[in-house]
């Protein structure tokens, strides 16, 4: 039997929180929930006062799981490191004003051991990484220990229904008029076989026409976006070192533009502030690709690839996307990573992307002199990533340039002075939703590729081999 668990969520993306509900859920509980996103949200769910006014209205589940009975009604309290209006820390304090008793735990996609560790000095009970987040029925086993309020209160007028996820169940209804129709126009051996020629000529038509422009790498509504978490250094040309590291957060985005002439694709590629979450530097890609197979269609770029292509091969793909520029990433092993079968493919070498330090009209770059160029100190630029290889998708990046890049003299070959040290790794949050949005693509593509056509060709097949039977039987 579900063990009740009420979990208030300091969580700003509600695909995160489902994550978590999910993996509860697995571990036994049955959930009730609300997800809060500012301290004055988090104060009013902690205060019944003024909780229902206060709520997040736009989660109607969750708002129909809030207890009102008294400020401390929840068994615990899971909390994001950064949010765009508030932070785990400022969390664990106001929690810890409002409700001493209650149980906080960190779960996060940028949280590492040295930051676990404060914020445990601080008072949390535990932390988690979201790229982990099986441990998370664990940590709430041991920190619940079993204890339970009475049921929550439910504001009148409001439906009595657990904040779980809701289960869905698939139902098939059979006409019978159909079912005459279907055996009257089968009679007949030369029905049969007209039946099963249409038939394998449909899986042929899903197979060879319909699905590759449905499966098609680049399908209309398509995007990419990936958030990195790292570290930079900038650097500083009066001593000609780089500052201490910081931790830096990193994405890119790509949008499938259409024109006239075909597709393009647009690679945003920003840098952020990590205490405000405020744009500070933005680098933007334009280049029209083939989308059946992700290649670009510039002649000067002929066999390189902006994506990886479906049906991704274990060999060596030339690059240009975003900042990289033609740069050749050999397949190194098969690997497993969230329960997803992936290539890593790997690159460590020369990386020089000058033009993406020239900066726009809202974010000043790096000047850059005649016959100069920024590149990545030693050849120490490395590029891995993690293919889920039937669709193409890219599960996981790590990027950096731990050397240092370096405006350097192209004659000469002289470092003039340093630019940035930098380096980043997809974080478990984005992980996770890449991994549900990759499972979905497979499924679609192996159903119109394989599943679909290769039914239709069964049947197809079968109703033919019946037709030739009878007509032999009755001859």
Not at 368 to 397: H, M, N, S, Y
């Amino acid at each position: 039997m579900s063990i009740p668990l009420r979990v208030l969520f300091v969580e700003d993306e509600q695909d995160s929180a489902d994550l978590m509900v999910r993996a509860l859920e697995r571990g036994g509980y049955a959930v009730t929930y609300a997800r809060v996103e500012t301290a004055d949200a988090l104060r009013a769910a902690l205060n019944p006062r003024s909780l229902i006014e206060s709520f997040d209205r736009t989660n109607p589940r969750a708002q129909t799981s809030l207890p009102v009975t008294g400020a401390c009604e929840w068994d615990i309290l899971i909390a994001d490191y950064i949010l765009p209006q508030f932070t785990g820390i400022a969390a664990l304090r106001l929690a810890h004003e409002l409700c001493p008793e209650l149980p906080v735990v960190l779960a996060s996609g940028v949280v590492n051991d040295a930051i676990g560790a404060e914020m445990v000095k601080l008072g949390a009970r535990d932390f988690v990484p979201k790229d982990q987040i099986k441990r998370l029925p664990a940590i709430v086993a041991r920190e619940v220990k079993g204890a339970r309020a009475p049921s929550p209160t439910l504001p009148a007028g409001l439906p009595a229904q657990p904040g779980s996820l809701p289960r869905y169940s698939e139902h098939a209804t059979a006409s019978r008029s159909g079912g005459g129709r279907l055996v009257a126009l089968l009679k007949g051996r030369k029905r049969y076989l007209a039946l099963s020629a249409a038939l394998l000529l449909l899986a042929a038509l899903l197979k060879f026409a319909l699905a590759p422009q449905w499966t098609q790498r680049i399908t209309p509504g398509w995007h990419y976006e990936s958030y990195f978490t790292g570290i930079s250094g900038q650097g500083d040309p009066a001593t000609g070192n780089f500052s201490q590291n910081i931790t830096a957060f990193y994405e890119r985005q790509t949008e499938r533009v259409p024109q006239a002439d075909g597709i393009v694709l647009e690679d945003t590629y920003t840098v952020r502030d990590p205490s405000t979450g405020k744009p500070e530097y933005q680098y933007i890609f334009r280049a029209p690709v083939d989308p059946q197979n992700g290649m670009h269609r510039d002649a000067q770029y002929r066999g390189e690839y902006f994506l990886f292509p479906r049906n991704t091969q274990p060999i060596t793909y030339r690059l240009r996307h975003s900042y990289i520029k033609g740069i050749p990433v050999t397949f190194v092993e098969e690997q497993l990573l969230e329960g997803l079968t992936v290539y890593l493919f790997a690159y460590k070498g020369r990386g020089e992307y000058t033009e993406s330090y020239g900066g726009t009209s809202d974010y000043p770059g790096v000047p850059v002199g005649a016959g100069q160029e920024i590149r990545c100190a030693d050849d120490q630029f490395i590029f891995r990533a993690w293919v889920e290889p039937l669709t193409g998708e890219v599960l996981k990046v790590d990027e950096s340039c731990y050397s240092g890049d370096y405006l350097y003299d192209v004659a000469t070959g002289t470092a003039v002075a340093p630019v940035l040290r930098w380096g980043g790794t997809t974080t478990g949050d984005d992980i996770l939703k890449r991994n549900e949005f990759i499972r979905a693509e497979r499924e679609k593509i192996l159903l119109l590729d394989l599943y679909a056509p290769g039914l239709l060709a069964f049947v197809g097949l079968g109703v033919g081999a019946f037709g030739l039977l009878r007509a032999r039987q009755r001859g």
